[in-house]
């Protein structure tokens, strides 16, 4: 099967070059920019099919100031010198930089000694700036830092850059400038020859004058290929953690622990894209392209980042992964002539500080081949235009709302958002395809526009960037991979699927016309209730208010259709209490869309919310209103949840393709058409999953087992019989997946079984063989609007904080559905969006709102609440250490409405269990006894608030809700 199109820049038709570079990694982008603005033929190659995939993808991204390497040494030098160039050079080429300075930390006499070396070495390498601060002036800039600080280097020159947007920065001017980067292109042997040297690839020969090897961990082998062995390189692995943006605020600086002779340090550090990264080990490997991680160099790093930073939080994690150093047996940058072979240069064991260094080996290079003879005539155009060495990308994230604004009017495509974590646009996927050095996988695009880098890491947008990459480069899907060759996603269309529907992951085809708006952000549009989110919840809110006499709502959707994640729910199983009837999901999303058809609700589709103020002025985006404001008298949250992925449970091992989260291959096997594998495994036994198991089984992709880490499964009872019970796939129960194996794509993944506390017990490890595997391993209620606007998240829930049933804590805020807390089924989501419903219409009439359509209510019990204003007179319902969480949090004072619905969930299953409120007091409100209790369904109570009532109750007393074991 052809997986992935042959990608060359220009076609190879002539075999002649001044230089050949071999590697597209920093380095060689680095030579191959600074030789653009000559006259000349270049011609960079590079053996896979994107330039920045060696050391150059996974590295710290650190511009070190440069106060580690020896004295005198070119990487002293070089370093210092590359520290001093990267702000202008990332400032021409439009990459994330930021000098943010470093600081070592020494925690006790021995280290301060060590310390004062690095202070004295760094003055010698001409580091500007360099000092040593005491403990307290190390804790003023850090106040995070653990408290047994001594003193701290302080080297503010250091910075903080994006290491492949830099690389591909160069490598796009080098090719905007005529010069020829070819992918894909191995060299395998290089023979000299008195008109310069034959280079031999698997695309033909190239004579060229000189050549400059820059081929990272293969440098020594390229050298050998010319002359005699010399130097040798030893491959050395770093492994990482990269956290969610909100752990960024951590370290202001580069954070190093002090270095000593028997333990490497650990630098905890933003990234120049505001994550927190932390790492790396070191540690040597004979597998020059193993990068993979391990579960004990990954604790490892733990330990060693929380005893220098303590409040770091690794349940925030979104990725692991590790870097290969291309260190040599050489103490120094290896950057030199090869005196046996006239023309060839090596550009060898770039180590770190290898990408700080990058800007000053390029200029370094050229001046050594000048004086090889080289003839450096400066091109004429860029004489002309030294414009031509710059470049502009559009970053849709960084912009301000006016620039956004402007952006779409010329462009529609710039309104679609394909990335809603990192807000990028379909006009930005298409500039990167049609980018001078175009993108062709999806791990392509993200390293050009950031799409899938965030904290649902591609779950969301890798479909439609999959849509436009089949669309925009005229393929089929089975032919998009997720990286490098061999990384293919699909393994051919669905069995439901004709074969044209696989290539209806085009979908967005008819809709993409780029066009103009009419206008600027226009006025402030204003509405009595806004719906962020038009699947089950946001839908039946809306019909629910109309029917409650709000007539002026706005319910915004990001998808192109409403009913949310329902649409690729094609199983049955939806309805049963709200319509009496089994539906599919679509058939249930139809339903509740029919519900608010023929009314006056405005439904926005294809509506990105960007952003939402406390005092509810909302931001949005789409391609015919462009950018614009809505100001809202309330507004129900209503925006669903994500998927948990592998970050989150930071599996160790590779990182293929042929991981999903379960969702995101419902998705593409149920709305795109396309086969995901052929063997799989599932981890976790929640609802998706379990239903995912029984939909690959019917497809022909054999499940081999479902792995659950807890001693009972996740999921529903009749979702255990139906999908697994009935097709004979294993439930392994207090087991987990220990590691991923598979060089491009998925090979086999390690199970074994684990003890109470979860830790896995030795000696039971198994391997399965298998091409998937699938993420069923919880949901994330989705909420950085709700941070945006201001609202408190209930770490148990991670959904806002309500008072009754829906209120948020905040004025004119309404929760329901999953963005609230996660529900079993969608009839409990509907129901839970009615009162939300309710709740939002009291809240509008209590102030007066003129909106509200004074014909009679139509609606039913809850009618009779009334809103009241949260906060003060507020009762909070606390759950027990055996409840994980329980909705609401709070009950106003006094309670108006007669029955009070309680929902939660429990830690443990209970055959027979008491569940009981009793007041802080002691005195017990409520008593039931229930059967049948776990941890997977969502547990309710409903009792009259007649039992609240006396005697004297108030703010002062909580309700502790509690289970036990039943008798
Ligand atoms: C874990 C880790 C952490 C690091 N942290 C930092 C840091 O914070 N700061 C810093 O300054 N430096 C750091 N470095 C070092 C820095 O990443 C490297 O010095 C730099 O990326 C090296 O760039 P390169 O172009 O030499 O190598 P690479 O990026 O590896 O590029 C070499 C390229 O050559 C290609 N190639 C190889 N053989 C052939 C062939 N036969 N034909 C064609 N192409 C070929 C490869 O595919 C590859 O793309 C770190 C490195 C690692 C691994």
Wanted: charged share 25%.
């Amino acid at each position: 099967m052809l997986f992935y199109m042959v990608i060359t820049m220009t076609k190879p038709s002539s075999d002649k070059a001044d230089v050949v570079i071999i590697g597209g990694g920093v380095v060689g982008t680095s030579i191959a920019y600074s030789l653009s603005c000559y006259d000349l033929r270049v011609i960079l190659l590079e053996k896979d099919n994107d330039v920045s995939l060696g050391a150059t993808r996974a590295n710290s991204g650190i511009v070190h100031a440069g106060y580690d390497p020896i004295p005198e040494s070119l990487m002293a030098r070089l370093n210092v010198e590359g520290n001093r160039r990267m702000s202008a050079l990332c400032k021409d080429l439009d990459v994330p930089f930021e000098t943010c300075g470093s600081l070592v930390i020494s925690r006790s006499e021995e280290e301060d000694q060590i310390i004062q070396q690095l202070y004295e070495r760094g003055i010698r390498n001409g580091v500007p700036e360099l000092k040593i601060l005491s403990a307290d002036a190390t804790l003023d800039r850090e106040p995070y830092l653990t408290r047994d600080v001594h003193s701290s280097l302080f080297a503010p020159s250091a910075g903080i850059v994006m290491p492949w947007t830099l690389c591909i920065a160069m490598a796009e001017v080098f090719a905007r400038n005529g010069g020829e980067i070819r992918l894909e292109t191995c060299v395998s042997g290089l023979n000299s020859s008195t008109s310069g040297i034959r280079v031999q690839t698997n695309r033909g020969d190239i004579n060229a004058r000189f050549v400059v090897n820059a081929a990272g961990l293969f440098s020594d082998e390229i050298h050998n290929m010319a002359d005699r062995p010399d130097f040798k390189i030893l491959p050395s692995r770093g492994e990482y953690y990269l956290l969610e943006k909100n752990q960024g605020k951590w370290a202001k600086s580069v954070i190093f622990s002090c270095p000593s002779p028997i333990t490497k340090g650990v630098l905890v550090a933003r990234t120049a894209h505001g994550n927190l990264i932390i790492g790396p080990t070191s540690e040597t490997i004979s597998d020059k392209e193993d990068t993979s991680t391990t579960a004990e160099k990954l604790h490892e790093i733990r330990e060693k980042a929380s005893s220098l930073v303590p409040c770091i939080n690794f349940s925030e994690n979104i990725r692991n992964y590790s870097g290969i150093r291309a260190n040599s047996d050489r103490h120094d940058f290896i950057i030199r002539r090869v005196p046996s072979v006239p023309g060839l240069i090596d550009v060898a064991g770039i180590k770190s500080p290898g990408l700080a260094a990058s800007p000053a080996i390029g200029p370094y290079v050229v001046d050594l081949l000048r004086r090889e003879g080289l003839q450096l005539q400066m091109n004429s155009s860029i004489l002309r235009d030294p414009n031509r060495l710059k470049r502009k990308v559009v970053r849709f994230h960084d912009m301000s709302p006016q620039e956004r604004a402007s952006l779409i009017s010329t462009d529609t495509r710039y309104a679609r958002m394909v990335c809603r974590c990192e807000t990028v646009t379909e006009g930005e996927i298409r500039d990167a395809i049609h980018a001078p050095l175009p993108a062709r996988t999806i791990d392509a695009i993200k390293r050009r526009t950031d799409a899938g880098l965030g904290r649902c890491q591609g779950g969301f947008c890798a479909p439609r960037i999959a849509a436009i990459l089949a669309e925009e480069l005229h393929i089929k899907p089975t032919d998009i991979l997720q990286d490098k060759e061999g990384s293919y996603l699909f393994t051919g269309p669905t069995k439901i699927a004709p074969e044209s529907t696989c290539d209806a992951v085009a979908v967005t085809k008819a809709d993409t016309i780029s066009g103009r708006t009419d206008s600027m952000p226009a006025e402030v549009k204003h509405c009595a209730l806004a719906i962020i989110g038009a699947g089950p919840a946001g839908l039946a809110a809306a019909s629910k208010a109309y029917a409650e006499g709000i007539t002026d709502i706005i319910v915004f959707e990001r998808d192109k259709e409403t009913g949310g994640i329902l649409n690729q729910c094609i199983h049955t199983g939806f309805g049963l209490r709200v319509y009496n009837e089994t539906l599919t999901g679509p058939e249930y999303a139809e339903r509740a869309a029919k519900e608010i058809e023929n009314t006056d609700i405005s439904i926005f589709t294809d509506t990105m919310v960007l952003d939402i103020r406390s005092d509810r002025l909302i931001t949005a985006v789409n391609r015919k209103d462009g950018l614009f404001f809505c100001h809202a008298d309330a507004i129900i949250l209503a925006m669903g949840c994500r998927e948990r992925t592998r970050g989150a449970i930071a599996i160790p091992g590779s990182r293929p393709s042929g991981i999903w989260t379960a969702g995101t291959a419902q998705r593409y096997m149920n709305i795109e058409g396309c086969m995901i594998g052929s063997q799989a495994v599932i981890l976790g036994s929640g609802d998706i999953g379990l239903i995912m198991a029984r939909r690959l089984m019917l497809e022909g992709i054999h499940v081999k087992a479902c792995v659950e880490v807890m001693p009972e499964p996740g999921g529903l009872s009749r979702n255990i019989a139906q999908c697994l019970e009935d097709f004979n796939i294993p439930l392994l129960l207090s087991h987990t997946v220990t590691e991923i194996k598979g060089k491009e794509r998925l090979e086999s993944v390690v199970i074994a079984q684990v003890d109470s506390k979860r830790d896995i017990i030795v000696g039971t490890e198994k391997e399965i063989t298998c091409d998937t595997l699938l993420l069923s391993v919880g949901l994330i209620p989705e909420n950085e609007l709700t941070k945006q606007a201001g609202l408190t998240l209930d770490k148990n829930t991670g959904g806002p904080y309500v008072v009754n049933a829906t209120t948020c804590l905040t004025d004119g805020f309404f929760a329901c559905g999953n963005v609230l807390h996660v529900h079993d089924l969608v009839d409990d989501v509907t129901l839970e969006a009615h009162k939300a419903a309710y709740e939002a219409a009291a809240f509008l009439k209590a102030n007066g709102n003129i909106h509200i359509d004074d014909k009679e209510s139509i609606s039913g019990p809850m009618s009779s609440v009334t809103h009241t204003q949260n906060t003060p007179n507020s009762l909070r319902i606390l759950p027990s250490d055996a409840i994980r969480y329980v909705i609401p949090q709070y009950l106003s004072l006094p309670i108006n409405n007669d029955i009070i619905d309680i929902s939660f969930r429990v830690r443990q299953s209970y055959e027979l269990a008491e569940i009981i409120i009793r007041r802080s007091d002691k005195l017990e409100v409520y008593r039931e006894r229930k059967s049948h209790v776990k941890p997977g369904e969502m547990q309710k109570i409903h009792f009259s608030s007649s039992m609240l009532m006396a005697p004297e109750i108030n703010q002062n007393v909580d309700l502790i809700l509690d289970i036990t074991e039943g008798n």
